[in-house]
């Protein structure tokens, strides 16, 4: 049965990891993979999660399986934290949390949720995205589309954006990312946010919200600022939590579902069918990493630690854009890649073209996605001078 079955390319970006291993230039410098590195380009293991697991080792009494919900306290400990203390939404019940492996998984569980329970709704997705929004909808069955959001002069392109979702079908399901766009590093500002939402409200759409990095734009209050805006004036939103990156647990899969319907009613009904959307796709969730998660926000002391850290990496990744930009301009390049400076996150769109991104990965060992996304927290201060004259080599 499998004489049919061809070989595909492998994932660009794992691709990357290899061709960057076997590369032999002492100066190479890896800009691909989307995770945090700190100064000696390693992804380290937060002192609060080293706290907590420690705690876990010592405490934990069983592996019994956690729900399709996940462990209930997970969610009451992101609920606050991605909808924030006091919520109106909260106080009203009008909230759900189902944990999920992942913002992947959680991505997932809504695509499924979409296809089965709201069938024949197609989503939009913005121009560029995160490749994974390209194949997790399509493979539920959703017919996808997407909205600009990049000009060809790599620079925000909101009256396009807001030109094309006034045009969407109404009940729609529109993709929006919270904060720290990936790939581009683009966000909107907060009058920005308002006009997507009255374009959201005319036209009846359905908002998912990729929420995958709190607290790595402005703060963790900060970044949450669209999601609870929509939260709080729309009858229904979801709404995908990730703690891979602020928490820095990658492997530990551990993301969450929130949906917000319009009352306590009609929240405890799509929970009902939410338990069986997982129970159908994974059953349970992984344990460990919402475990951590549990054992550092129910925690005063660690809660504290974990946020230092958290804004520790935060202000790093911020400096690096300011100074990768100030490094260019000896060259004469710090206005043609000032955007870098003012993007959020871990990832910007610099820019560079394919052919000067295969110069840099050829002739200097620079490794970035041929889009020219490169993962900031690859800079460091010992790179960056390295880095400033290749780009201007290739310019």
């Known amino acids: 049965m499998f004489e049919h079955i061809e070989r595909v390319p492998g994932d660009a970006i794992l691709g990357l990891i290899e061709a960057f291993k076997k590369d032999t230039n002492p100066q190479k410098v890896d800009l691909g993979v989307g995770v945090y590195k700190d100064a000696q380009g390693n992804t380290p293991v937060m002192r609060a999660v080293k706290e907590a697991e420690a705690l876990l080792l010592k405490n934990e009494t ?6 399709s919900h996940g462990d209930p306290r997970y969610g009451q400990a992101i609920l606050p934290m991605v909808l924030g203390e006091g919520s109106p939404v909260l106080e009203a019940g ?56 990049v000009d060809a002069e790599n620079r925000l392109n909101f009256d396009g954006m807001l030109a094309t979702i006034k045009t969407i079908p109404h009940g729609d399901v ?10 581009t590093g683009f966000d909107l500002s907060r009058e920005q946010w308002k006009q997507v939402l009255e374009v959201i409200q005319e036209r009846n759409l359905l908002p998912v919200i990729d929420f ?35 928490f820095g647990i990658y492997n530990e899969r551990t993301g969450c579902l929130i949906v917000v319907a319009k009352d306590h009613e009609q929240m405890e009904n799509v929970r009902s069918q939410m338990a069986i959307v997982a129970r ?22 660690l809660a504290a630690v974990w946020r230092e850290e958290l804004t520790e990496m935060r202000d ?25 400076a003012e993007q959020r996150g871990m990832f910007s769109y ?36 390295y880095l400033a004259k290749a780009i201007a080599a290739v310019n």
């Open 62 to 67: 069983t592996k019994a399986y956690i729900g």
């Open 350 to 385: 610099t820019g560079l073209t394919p052919d000067q991104v295969d110069r840099l990965r050829d002739e200097f060992g620079i490794y970035m996605v041929r889009s020219g996304r490169a993962n900031v927290a690859g800079f460091s201060q010992e790179n960056l001078p």
């Open 174 to 183: 529109i993709l929006l990312h919270a904060c720290c766009h990936n790939p």
């Open 94 to 149: 009008r909230a759900s949390a189902t944990q999920s492996p992942g913002g992947t998984g959680a991505l997932r569980l809504a695509a499924d949720f979409i296809k089965s329970r709201l069938p024949g709704k197609g989503i939009w997705v913005s121009d560029p995205t995160w490749p994974n929004h390209l194949g997790i909808f399509p493979a539920a069955g959703i017919e996808l589309h997407k909205y600009p959001y």
């Open 212 to 246: 995958a990095y709190q607290g790595f734009g402005e703060g963790l209050d900060e970044d949450a600022y669209a999601v609870r805006l929509l939260a709080e004036s729309l009858d229904e939103v979801m709404i995908t939590s990730s703690c891979s990156k602020n």
């Open 316 to 340: 790093r990744i911020n400096t690096l854009r300011r100074d990768f930009v100030e490094a260019l301009k000896p060259y004469g390049l710090d206005q043609k890649y000032h955007c870098v």
């Open 280 to 301: 159908e796709n994974y059953s349970n969730p992984p344990a460990h990493g919402s475990s951590i998660v549990i054992e550092t926000l129910y925690s005063a002391e």
